[in-house]
T-cell receptor
């Protein structure tokens, strides 16, 4: 089925470890996003991309890096994980037409101990 | 800066009660408005959207929302809720650019 696929679904990291979250979409969407969801804070934008090879900072980019080497993939990296990065991470994509909503992935629950 | 406010963080209703969740946005120009729903343990799904035309928008599962420009509001309504409507609801807006701003969410619990 068409959609947004995130891997892994769950992960536990030790402080200081690194990891990469993968997001893949098969809808030929130009725009892709990484959000984090924390209780009572809604969704906060980490980084986004408006096309292959482009990335931009969102609201809470510190401690994260991203890459969009292929149009269908958007990777989120944590170079040195901190407990404050314990969260649920959602990837989303949408096309460029005005007024279209996002298609979200199923999320990655990350715990940093 | 553009922002979205949701009035209630938690709402508890009995089945068959009517629902109205408040949402206000801050941007004074043209906006696109959305409601997303997140069922327990699942990802966000688009419930309905407004970007032009009739200010009363109907979405899936009997939900509707009304865009009132003079009040900067986009409240979500449902005449009669069901237990299966238990979820978190997010209002969101964008101004035609790249980014969508989300509200903090409203958790709805429907008692059977």
């Amino acid at each position: 089925n068409a959609g947004v696929t995130q891997t892994p679904k769950f992960r536990v990291l030790k402080t200081g470890q690194s990891m990469t979250l993968l997001c893949a979409q098969d809808m030929n969407h130009e725009y892709m996003y990484w959000y984090r969801q924390d209780p009572g804070m809604g969704l906060r934008l980490i980084h986004y991309s408006v096309g292959e090879g482009t990335t931009a900072k969102g609201e809470v980019p510190d401690g994260y890096n991203v890459s969009r080497l292929k149009k269908q993939n958007f990777l989120l990296g944590l170079e040195s994980a901190a407990p404050s990065q314990t969260s649920v991470y959602f990837c989303a994509s949408r096309n460029t037409q005005i007024g279209y909503g996002y298609t979200f992935g199923s999320g990655t629950r990350l715990t940093v101990v | 800066a553009q922002s979205v406010s949701q009035h209630n963080h938690h709402v508890i209703l009995s089945e068959a009660a009517s629902l109205e969740l408040g949402c206000n946005y801050s941007y004074g120009g043209t906006v696109n408005l959305f409601w997303y729903v997140q069922y327990p343990g699942q990802h966000l799904q688009l419930l309905l959207k407004y970007f032009s035309g009739d200010p009363l928008v109907k979405g899936i599962k009997g939900f509707e929302a009304e865009f009132i420009k003079s009040k900067f509001s986009f409240n979500l309504r449902k005449p009669s809720v069901q237990w299966s409507d238990t979820a978190e609801y997010f209002c969101a807006s964008d101004t035609g650019g790249f980014k969508t701003i989300f509200g903090a969410g409203t958790r709805l619990f429907v008692k059977a």
